[in-house]
């Protein structure tokens, strides 16, 4: 198909068969089943030129695909990608077809390695491609199957309209808020629709307060900067202790969309054999020192071992005691209202004395449990299923029913974490949420990617590992939160899968009609899917990158028909815009 990285914001969609419209927040899967309604436009335009500039000249058409970035932002960028001439990627055909393929391969990107809980599928899981879309591998662990639940009923919409506010909290300046475009856009059928796309006004970051500005019910926030967050390394900068601990990059996990399918491979290094796409290494604890700290003894997991989820077996109740949960309800940086009636409405136990068989029964701090972790000693028990280094599964996993709660779920343990181990930084941590399973899974550390300070050779005990980041077909069920999902983040946030047979597009108010944004301008040296979306991702601006902010949406136009079994190798055309779209067409 064809790929093409959009300039301007969208204001509309279009229906175009075999047409997926996506964003830098999207899931790098399909929905084929999809059927999202939405207004119809009169006159709908999909004609594919438009007023946009076109260049006929191949280098400055890579020049344009590359945003015109300057020499600094060149050297920022994390994939050492220099061209983006045309390659595709091997499929899941047999080896006679894959080499049929073009194997241009991208050079110095990061590997990483096969987890011990996961299991091989493909004989083609030793190829050297960087970027590609087979499947490898099937995670093993499936503890629970839980009903799916994806609605969130939380937000009403009476509220959902931004204020102008200019407050002071914590010392950190308000900022008021700009209009997003739909604000001001009258005769545009899909306005409303549309606002879920505007990801510069609305994946932002806020705060919960008990009296915020906006919010509904408990759910109250406010906003503490309307500068966009970041897509790939989401982190906010404006706090007194820039650095954490263990930490190399400043600041703290934050983003108020969820990204849907954003994997942080952990590379571990324990083999030859490794999975460039997605492992399962992130759920293995992570090694912070606190823990030995808390035992007085060494009990945590090894750098090679380690992941980056929480420590999960070491509290007894959040909170502790209730002196604690009275310092809780009057703090001023915390909405303990909101946690009271979320999360801590029954006691919440980690380890609780069975009277039955005179013995302590243990759960984990959160998730299904099931993974490597602290080496701590429990009682005996007569029918043990768990090793010492083994996680538990929490005891009530049914709090968590979407990904919102989840980031809920990581936002109210946060005081508990904080005070269990005197470290501020494990506060407002970031979070997994599983799809398939429900499963929330807290992480341990605020930063998403880390090439500083790690280990490369297998020699290097003492240094955390090294984390990349990906966007594949294998890690869609997997979704990153931070601790500030908005409630109303189904209307404001995109869909976790891309548009079917929709094309992003500007609404032109003189004559009804949406414009496509499927321009030769916008066109990027790509012609599978999957690639297309990821490389979306993977050159998506950073918090650290303030001067590249519009690379949010994209378009894949396949040359044929496609279905569930020809999509990981179907071509077609792909456009990276950095234009906000305020329509969409259909493209039968």
């Known amino acids: 198909g064809s790929c093409y990285f959009l300039k301007k914001k969208p204001t509309c969609v279009l229906k175009k068969e075999n047409h997926f419209s996506f964003t830098i927040l999207t899931a790098n899967s399909f929905n084929l089943n999809q059927n999202i309604i939405y207004p119809e436009l009169k006159n709908n335009s999909s004609k594919e030129g438009s007023s946009l500039i076109h260049f006929k000249d191949p280098k400055q058409t890579n020049k344009r695909v590359l945003y015109e970035n300057n020499k600094k932002s060149k050297r920022n960028v994390r994939t050492k990608i220099n061209s983006v001439n045309p390659f595709t990627i091997p499929s899941t055909l047999n080896t006679n077809e894959k080499e049929e ?46 009903n799916i639940y994806t609605d ?35 005769g545009n059928p899909q306005q409303k629709y549309m606002e879920r796309f505007d990801i510069p006004n609305n994946h932002i970051f806020i705060e919960w307060q008990k009296e915020g500005e906006y919010g509904n019910d408990e759910f109250k926030y406010n906003i503490i900067s309307n500068k966009t967050a970041g897509t790939s390394q989401s982190l906010f900068h404006n706090y007194k202790d820039k650095t954490c601990p263990n930490h190399v990059y400043e600041g703290r996990a934050h983003g108020s969309c969820p990204n849907y399918g954003k994997a942080i491979i952990v590379q571990n290094l324990l083999g030859e054999e490794y999975d460039k796409n997605f492992n399962l290494n992130f759920l293995n604890e992570i090694r912070t020192g606190y823990l030995n700290k808390y035992f007085k003894k060494d009990v945590e997991i090894s750098y090679e071992n380690s992941g980056i989820a929480m420590h999960n077996n070491m509290l007894r109740s959040c909170p502790v005691h209730e002196n604690e949960e009275k310092l809780f309800s009057v703090k001023t940086d915390y909405n303990y209202k909101m946690c009271k009636s979320k999360i801590f409405s029954n006691r919440f136990t980690m380890k609780e004395y069975d009277p039955k068989t005179r013995l302590f029964m243990y759960y984990g701090l959160y998730g299904l449990g099931g993974r490597l972790g602290a080496n701590i000693k429990r009682d005996k028990q007569k029918e043990k299923k768990y090793e010492d280094n083994i996680t538990l599964p929490m005891k009530n996993p049914s709090l968590i029913k979407n990904l919102f709660d989840c980031s809920i779920y990581s936002y109210c343990l946060g005081p508990c974490l ?3 181990f005197g470290n501020k930084c494990f506060r407002n941590l970031p979070a997994y949420y599983n799809h398939l399973t429900n499963e929330c899974v807290i992480l341990g550390t605020h930063e998403q990617e880390r090439t500083n300070s790690c280990r490369r050779t297998k020699e290097e005990k ?34 976790r899968y891309p548009l079917k047979s929709k ?4 609404f032109d108010q003189k004559t009804g009609k949406c414009k496509s944004l499927m321009d030769k301008a916008y066109e990027v040296g790509i012609n599978k899917f999957s690639v297309c979306l990821e490389y979306l991702f993977l050159v998506s601006p950073k918090d650290l990158y303030n001067s590249r902010r519009n690379n949010y949406w994209g378009i894949w136009a396949a040359d044929h028909s496609v279905n569930e079994n020809n999509i990981e190798i179907a071509n077609g055309k792909c456009y990276h815009l950095v234009v906000k779209p305020t329509c969409v067409i259909d493209k039968e």
């Open 101 to 146: 393929y073009n194997k241009n391969e991208v050079k110095n990107y990061p590997n990483n390695n096969i987890s011990y809980i996961q299991k091989v599928h493909s004989s083609f899981v030793n190829n050297r491609f960087n970027i590609h879309s087979d499947s490898s591998f099937k995670p093993i662990h499936k503890m629970i199957q839980m």
């Open 462 to 495: 003492k240094k955390p590992n090294c984390q990349i980041l990906r966007k594949t077909t294998d890690s869609k069920d997997w979704t990153y939160v931070s601790s500030f999902i908005r409630p109303d983040y189904e209307t404001k946030c995109p869909p």
């Open 418 to 420: 904080e005070n269990s």
């Open 503 to 506: 094309v992003f597009g500007t």
């Open 152 to 186: 969130n009923k939380l937000y009403n919409n009476n509220n959902q309209k931004i204020k102008d506010s200019n407050n002071n909290m914590n010392g950190m300046s308000v900022t008021q808020r700009s209009p997003s475009i739909g604000e001001n856009q009258n």
